[in-house]
Each structure stands twice: as structure tokens, then as C-alpha cells.
């Protein structure tokens, strides 16, 4: 009985070393010199994958999943699987790190706690938001980021707005371009700047609406803070005015296109250069009105872009004259 199976045992041994040398040949003729493959041949897949498309060969596969091992099908699921909070933030002067006590007295599993532990808790929260900040320049900081997100909410701009401005004052602390102005000041000059280079232009009048500083302080501080810290600010467009002006003149798209053919007519004939972008899409949208058989009288249209009526029929004259229209 013994022999028969040592018998067994030796084919089973040459039958694996048979099976082994014969890939090792496989491998052998699988390898591809990289120096003389053309790179026309190279595909990189969707999962990152680098293969040699005539020979099927993957030469690149190690690929590092920066996600969670695992799935979700809707929100509901991702909540429930997250071991994680909120993503850090610049909005926060601290970015969102530190520890926040709810304001809801229930313990894990939802029961309401005694009054003593609701005492304690309270004394805790109390001490919590007050070593949040630890000096002087992280109150003032915090001040400052809650103004941003005030005034951002009051225009209605989105969340990556808020985030550069608040990326800019701080950039503007740490430049110490903050002594001799006031936080409301640079606050609102941040926000003025991250509107204009986020491609959501916002007038100085609109901004300093919300604002608690004047006009003339808020230019004043942009210009500095844009200088300082060498933003590059590109001219505002006119056109990027003209579809939030003709919604809130209740106007129709066809309007919509003329004011912006006229911006695009004159603009090219050099009328632009030196002229107020919101006056100039105001005076494109009076035109088009007319032109369309929707008019609007230019009270109504200078009281939604917060220009004289002096302005529009200056850029009005100068519009129609250049695009050849007479009477």
C-alpha cells in the first residue's frame, strides 16, 4: 500500500514542476522591453490600468484606491456607512476641526439624560466655544469668516465663493495687510475679489448693500488687497450681467441674445474700454427691449442694475450709433 502511494506523490511533484517551467516560459515571452514599444500602442484604461493593446499585456497595474472600501447606492446608505465628519473647511477659523457639543440633551441611543448630566453638559458647551479660540487674532478670524458667510448668503452665491474669499483674508492676515483697516473692511474687499475671480461678478453697489462699510472704503481696500497680494483680476465681462438682469425685468430669451449680440458688436469696435460693465449690459438690455418689443423704461432697468439713467442713455446713444441703428 505504501509504495503505490509514494508512486502518486512523485507525478503529482513532476506534473507541478511540468505546470511551474511552463509558465515561467509564458512569463519569459509575456515580457515587453518599454523602449521598444510604441506608444501609440499604450491604452490606459478607466481604472487606471496601462496595457500593450496588441498583446493584451497590462504593464501598469498598481493603482492606490483613495475611497472607502465600501459601497453605497444613496445618500441614506452613505450616511450610514461613514466613519467620517464633515471635510475641512476654510470657512472656519479653526477648519471645521475642533469638537462640536450638540445642543440636543440625549445620550447615544436617543434618551433624554438627567438633569444633572444636562447641567454639566451645559457648563461643558459653555467651556467649549469659549477655548474654540485661544487668542485675540482667532476671534477676530472667526469674526471675520462669519461676516464672509453672512454677506455671501445675503447675495446668494455659492459655496466655492465663500471658500476663496475666505482663502484670500486669510492670506491677507498672514501678510499682516490687515493693521490700520478694519475686519469689515478686508472681509468684504475678500468677497468682492472671490465673486470676480470665480466668474460671479457682483457690482460694489450690490456688495456694499450687504456690507456694514461705505462704497468708497470697500474700492479702496480691493485695490490695495489686489495689489498686495497680486491677484489677477481679469476685466468683468458685461455679458455675465445680462442673464440675471433680464430675469429680474422678467424679459425673455430673445432679448437675452440681442443684449448680448450688442455687448459682443460693440465691444469689438472698442466702445467697452474705460465703461462701467453694469452700465454697459444695462444700456445692451434697454436696447435690446426695444428692439424686441419688450420695453422696459430705463427707470425700471437702471433700478435692477443700480446705475443713473443718465448712464443708460449715454451708453445707449453710443451703442445704437455704432451698430447702425438710427430713429
Known amino acids: 500500500m505504501t509504495r503505490p502511494t509514494r508512486q502518486r506523490e512523485r507525478d503529482v511533484e513532476r506534473t507541478r514542476w511540468q505546470g511551474e517551467s511552463e509558465n515561467v516560459d509564458d512569463e519569459e515571452e509575456d515580457e515587453i522591453d518599454l523602449e521598444e514599444v510604441d506608444e501609440e500602442e499604450l491604452v490606459r484604461t478607466g481604472d ?19 475611497g472607502p472600501e465600501w459601497r453605497a447606492f444613496n445618500h441614506s446608505e452613505r450616511q450610514e456607512k461613514s466613519r467620517v465628519g464633515a471635510p475641512t473647511t476654510q470657512t472656519m477659523h479653526d477648519k471645521g476641526l475642533t469638537t462640536t457639543i450638540d445642543w440636543k440633551d440625549k445620550d447615544a441611543y436617543g434618551r433624554s439624560i438627567s438633569s444633572r448630566k444636562r447641567s ?53 492676515l498672514s501678510e499682516d495687510l490687515i493693521r490700520g483697516r478694519s475686519i469689515e473692511g478686508v472681509a468684504t474687499s475678500a468677497l468682492y475679489a472671490a465673486c470676480r475671480k470665480e466668474g460671479i461678478p457682483r457690482s460694489l453697489e450690490e456688495i456694499s448693500e450687504v456690507s456694514r462699510v461705505e462704497r468708497k472704503e470697500i474700492g ?29 425685468l422678467d424679459l425673455s430669451k430673445e432679448v437675452q441674445s440681442k443684449a448680448n449680440e450688442i455687448i459682443e458688436t460693440t465691444a469689438e469696435k472698442g466702445l467697452l474700454s474705460g465703461k462701467s460693465p453694469t452700465g454697459y449690459a444695462a444700456a445692451a438690455i434697454y436696447a435690446a427691449s426695444l428692439l ?23 451708453r445707449y446713444q453710443e451703442q445704437i450709433e455704432a451698430m447702425g441703428i438710427h430713429g
Open 48 to 66: 487606471g490600468e496601462l496595457i500593450h493593446e496588441p498583446t493584451g499585456i497590462i504593464i501598469e497595474e498598481e493603482q492606490i484606491d483613495p
Open 120 to 172: 454639566q453638559m451645559h457648563r461643558l458647551r459653555k467651556w467649549q466655544e469659549r477655548i474654540r479660540t485661544k487668542d485675540a487674532g482667532e476671534r477676530n478670524l472667526q469674526f471675520a469668516l462669519s461676516e464672509i458667510d453672512r454677506m455671501a448668503s445675503a447675495l446668494g452665491v455659492p459655496r466655492s465663493v465663500r471658500e476663496v474669499a475666505s482663502v484670500i483674508y486669510r492670506r491677507a
Open 220 to 248: 479702496r481696500t480691493y485695490r490695495y488687497i489686489s495689489q498686495e497680494l497680486g491677484l489677477e483680476m481679469k476685466p468683468v465681462d458685461p455679458k455675465k450681467y445680462v442673464p440675471r438682469f433680464c430675469s429680474e
Open 292 to 314: 424686441c418689443n419688450e420695453k422696459k423704461t430705463q427707470r425700471e432697468v437702471a433700478d435692477v442694475a443700480q446705475v443713473t439713467e443718465v448712464t443708460i442713455r449715454n
